[in-house]
């Protein structure tokens, strides 16, 4: 079983609808991220939290809302989802600042 | 603000031919520099870690090495399963080492 796993793999919806990507970890790593990733933009950070109660904001955060569930559980939602926010999703943890961050093999989102 | 440069952009080998990815950067004092592969349809998945100049790692077919200003990744005799994205990151000290900042990678494609 994979150590990071999102769900789900793929998702195509319309122009304002909510949406909500999961991720769920065993690694055990208290820091979980989100990421998106655009051809021609490379990976870009959108939410993190190091614990249960530390939500930060990344890079691009406006249109995105996270929840942390659990140690194990880091949520991101869309609200009211727009055509630009197609993109692929990737859900990352580690375990300390200067530890390698850990990815799940992403959701492929498309906004019609 | 930090930057990475990868390049190039693309490169093309013939299985066996050896060469060097570039990773150029400028970031606010180190923490640590990171390679990822990324094949299609995958998360990125964790190579190796550098976190001064003049060290350097090795894995199979793979090495990294570090200056002050860049970072190669060397394929020494390479094989069609080598064939990915390779993406470079850096992870700055201070306020702000949460943040991994990544380079929008290079697709190397090996043929047999």
């Known amino acids: 079983d994979a150590d990071v796993t999102q769900t789900p793999r793929n998702r195509i919806t319309k122009t304002g609808k909510r949406i909500m990507l999961e991720c769920s970890q065993t690694?055990?790593?208290?820091?979980m991220y989100w990421y998106r990733q655009d051809p021609g933009l490379g990976l870009r950070l959108i939410y993190y939290?190091?614990?249960?109660?530390?939500?930060n904001k990344g890079e691009i955060s406006d249109g995105y809302s996270v929840s942390r569930q659990a140690q194990a559980k880091f949520s991101l939602s869309l609200e009211s989802a727009i055509p630009n926010q197609t993109a692929l999703y990737f859900c990352?943890?580690?375990?300390?600042?200067?530890?390698?961050?850990?990815f799940g093999d992403g959701t492929r989102l498309s906004i019609l | 603000e930090d930057q990475v440069t990868q390049s190039p952009e693309a490169l093309r080998l013939q299985e066996g031919e050896s060469s060097s990815l570039n990773c150029s950067y400028t970031?606010?004092?180190?923490?640590?520099l990171f390679w990822y592969r990324q094949d299609p349809g995958k998360g990125p998945e964790f190579l190796f870690t550098?976190?001064?100049a003049g060290e350097e790692k090795e894995k199979e077919r793979l090495k990294a090495t570090l200056t002050k200003k860049e970072s190669f990744l060397h394929i020494t005799a390479p094989k069609p399963e080598d064939s990915a994205t390779y993406l470079c990151?850096?992870?700055?000290?201070?306020?702000?080492?949460?943040?991994?900042?990544f380079g929008k990678g290079t697709l190397l494609t090996v043929n047999p």
């Open positions: 970031v606010s004092g180190l923490r640590g």
């Open positions: 990352a943890t580690s375990n300390r600042i200067d530890q390698p961050q850990h």
């Open positions: 550098l976190y001064s």
């Open positions: 939290s190091f614990d249960v109660k530390d939500i």
């Open positions: 690694k055990g790593h208290d820091r």
């Open positions: 990151a850096v992870q700055a000290g201070g306020g702000s080492n949460y943040k991994l900042t």
